[in-house]
């Protein structure tokens, strides 16, 4: 019996992968279908019912708020204001999102991430300073920020569960989130972190590349996870990003006693950790704000869309759910005219090229808002190389603290 593994793939008579004799020509599904095409191979018995039982979970319309700006979305290197305002203004216009293509082993990762969460919040209570809201699971009780409560302050059930710390800067930026956790008497934000492939690609490639060998003995390239984790000594710039946010809606409209925020960071092929310690940095958190004001102000105000942030021809763009809305304006050569001719300034560098693109953009963007009529998945799905914080800005100011267990270095 060939094993079921865990990666979505059901191998043997897959109905997808068709390329033997006689056969016609493979056709390459993509997202729901190919999932689908997955499960019907032989080795998809449970798996297949789990599968198919998480896919109907994923049907479910998004349970988190829509109409507002999530620090998560902010701290990605990609974030494009426009793409948010626009799911803002179909969110108030009573369109429910639906989200992106159901894949198995994503929803595999996020399970994941979920649960490492729940773990190290339940070993963070342990020590009795845990802050933030409370919710009883037996009636449903929410608490406000406050240290742990151990039973339901309304009807003394013990099922209480972590809440999190809320992050409330709906009034003045638009933001809403939810903080891992804070510790009271260390005026601490947590962060937690688990760190896997996908993140290193997506936010450390360089890294990664630099642990990626050849091995003569398996004939092939492969990682080197240890060295990798070794050499990881400051936390990632979007985590940082999305902290420094934190930090500031905490300290300054929240009135939190917070004075400095630490990453716990796993690692997922071996739950190796680390920590990281970071303070506000307002060099890192005020251009993030500057966007968040234009959104709230073009959703409340002055109905202007916010600048476009990419080229049409972008990676970002063309993944957007939100493209053929966002360039209806522009004809598609007079596009590629502008990004032509700022590339052909050889004074300018590639960064300023693009800067320049962004402005011209967003000048020929600056109307008035029609009704948003697009649908589409929550964010953006391509990435762009560099960051909306310029490199030397990112990281804020650093302590580092290298706590750690198993294979780190
Ligand atoms: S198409 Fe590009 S510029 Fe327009 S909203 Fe989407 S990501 Fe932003
Ligand atoms: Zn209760």
Redo the contacts with the bound molecule.
Sequence with gaps: MAPANGTGRAGGRNPGAGSGRGRRPAVKLTGTLAEISKRKGTHWDVLGDISNDLAAEHLKPIDRRTDVIHPSEMAKD?W????T??RIMNARAGKLMTKGEFNFQQEGIFATGHALHDKWQGWLRLGGDLYGQWKCMHCGWLTGIQLDPVTCPQCKSPAVRYAEVPIRAEKEFLIEGHSDGMLLKKARLIEIKTIGMGTLRMDAPKLLQKYYFESEEAGKKLYDLDGLWADLQEPLPSHVRQLQIYLYITMRLMGLEVRRGSFIYEFKPNQATKEFGITLDLSVVEPLLEKATAIKDAVYQTGTIP????D?D?S??K?????S???SDVAPNQQNQDVRDEADQPSKSRSNARAGSRRT?AARAARRVPAATAEGPDG?GGRRADGAVRPAQRMGRLRRRPTQSGGDR
Excluded: I
Excluded at 80 to 83: E, K, L, V
Excluded at 307 to 310: A, D, G, H, I, Y
């Design positions: 990609d494009c204001a426009r793409n305002f626009y600048e476009r942030e990419f049409r972008s970002t763009c993944a957007c759910p939100y493209f809305q966002c360039w953009g953006a």
